[in-house]
């Protein structure tokens, strides 16, 4: 193992338990007798009460849209599967604050931990419906085959042969669906639902109180690895791997009649329209009910230009810090690469004002040239998506076998030369996707945005939010908007990236 690797990747490990590191220091000098008092309080109880339901309610929903929806578009003939399964992925363009607004302005009265679901259901079914969909075109249908053979019906087969194959994508979509839904601020503002995170965020603006928020954020931090050993029980250690003779091929897709086949298109159809077709609708109609005035052309372009600039800063640097830890993981499997990616992975999970609040207080107390810098915006931007760079390197770099590399040097190429003509470029469409997935996050990130961007700054999220917090819809708009036709090609991107991992 190359030492300077080792050392990028062991220092870009511990810059990313920096919020972790602050949430302990900071909880044990509060004092157990402050920290009591803060936390066992009606208002926290309220606020673990919200949360958790939320939770609670909204991961399973998303689970069973997720599952049907793959299922209906992977293994049915339901008319237009490849349009539905393109269209399935697309909510995830729409940033769950552009949806809350987009709700709350279509119904007004729409609030409370009702609103939270249906709003927060609709922003994330679709992390549940893309690696599920994906498992889908990759099973061999044998097994299923095999089953009702044996004289099981359907839905048995279902249940019992093809859901315990899904455990791992169901598994890791709603931990991702967990984590947003705590992480989630500007969705829940909009319909005056109270989390740990938007009472963080009111918290911070409105005494700078540090130790009333990080005592917040320490049970959001327990909350989030609560969530992770969960996953990690529920994954298991089972085998899903096919071992054994012959080739697998795809499943014949099950006819679903002339009595079911209306009903699988209007559950399609409806969940398009909600997910999709609400959003567009509402920010169309007041980009008309605005007119022409509400294109300020100098702050638009100012906010598309910085938010760009943003993006794929973020994304070519959190690429460049993933890679280490990616090459480790890859070519020098271990404990070590595995502690390694256990740190990346429990630290970014943490949601962005836990994280937003670490950088804010490091940055003052022993860095302070940095703090309201666009270093520190790119620092955080960094942690908080770095594995979606990472499990796409990673991904890149195994199919670029040791073994080419050392050919290339047989052949007389240097350790370097070799790296950049063989290595990286196998690894390149990899790399460029997991840059994408970056771009996408920091376009539609919004809190540690807000608390760490320098004074001055106005990304697209920020101007949305300031107007929008301002009742200015029509003004907002435009803002919400541009961040939809930004985000639709990545969503693609990651559409089209799980059918290459499919296989198809």
């Keep these: 193992m190359p030492l300077p690797l080792a050392v990028t990747a062991v220092i870009v490990v511990v810059i990313s338990l920096i919020p972790l590191g602050y949430v302990i220091v900071e ?69 769950a604050f552009v949806n809350g607004y987009s709700w709350v302005t279509a119904i007004p009265s729409l609030g409370g931990l009702r609103g939270g679901v249906l709003i927060a259901t609709l922003s994330y079914f679709p992390l549940v419906y893309i690696p599920v969909a994906a498992t889908l075109r990759r099973l061999d249908p044998a097994v299923e085959e095999s089953a009702r053979g044996l004289g099981i019906g359907p839905w048995a087969v279902f249940f019992r042969v093809v859901v315990p194959q899904l455990r791992l994508a169901i598994a890791g979509g709603a931990l991702l669906v967990a984590l947003h839904l705590l992480a989630e601020y500007g969705a829940f503002v909009f319909i005056r639902f109270d989390t740990f995170t938007t009472a963080i965020f009111e918290q911070y603006q409105s005494t700078f109180n540090g130790a009333a928020a990080t005592m917040l954020a ?77 294109w300020e052309w100098d702050e638009v372009s100012s906010a598309l230009l910085q938010t760009l600039g943003f993006g794929i800063a973020g994304a070519v640097i959190t690429c460049a810090l993933a890679f280490p830890v990616a090459w480790i993981s890859i070519r020098h499997r271990g404990r070590f690469s595995r502690v390694l990616e256990g740190g990346t992975y429990i630290s970014s999970s943490l949601p962005g004002i836990v994280v937003a609040l670490a950088f804010v207080t490091t940055a003052i107390r022993y860095a302070n040239p940095l703090y309201q810098t666009v270093v520190v915006v790119i620092a955080a931007y960094a942690l908080l998506f770095l594995p979606r760079a990472l499990v796409n390197l990673r991904a890149g770099l195994a199919q670029a076998p040791v073994g080419l590399d050392e050919a290339a040097r047989s052949l007389g190429l240097s350790p370097l030369s070799s790296f950049f003509r063989v290595t990286l470029r196998l690894a390149a469409p990899a790399t460029a996707a997991g840059g994408a997935l970056v771009f996408l996050g920091i376009v539609n990130e919004l809190t540690a945005t807000l608390l760490l961007a320098p004074t001055g700054t106005r990304t697209l999220s920020m101007q949305f939010w300031s107007l929008s917090s301002e009742i200015d819809y029509s003004g907002a708009a435009p803002y919400a908007l541009i961040m939809i036709v930004l985000s639709l090609p990545m969503t693609y991107v990651l559409f089209s990236q799980s059918k290459k991992a499919a296989g198809l």
Excluded: H
């Design 218 to 294: 320490g049970v959001l931090v327990l909350l989030c690895l609560t969530l992770l050993v969960i996953e990690a029980v529920v994954r298991g250690s089972a085998r899903y791997a096919r071992i054994g003779s012959g080739a697998a091929r795809p499943a014949v897709p099950a006819e679903l009649g002339w009595q079911y086949s209306p009903i699988a298109l209007v559950f399609l159809g409806m969940l398009i329209a909600l997910s999709l077709g609400v959003p567009i609708a509402s920010v169309l109609r007041w980009l008309v009910v605005g007119g022409s005035a509400v």
């Design 27 to 95: 909880s044990v000098d509060t004092g157990w007798a402050a920290a009591s008092a803060l936390l066992f309080r009606p208002r926290v109880r309220e606020l673990l009460a919200n949360t958790v339901m939320l939770v609670v309610i909204t991961v399973p929903i998303c689970v069973a849209i997720g599952v049907a929806a793959a299922w209906l578009v992977e293994r049915t003939r339901v008319f237009g599967a490849k349009v539905w399964a393109v269209l399935l992925a697309a909510p995830l363009a729409v940033p």
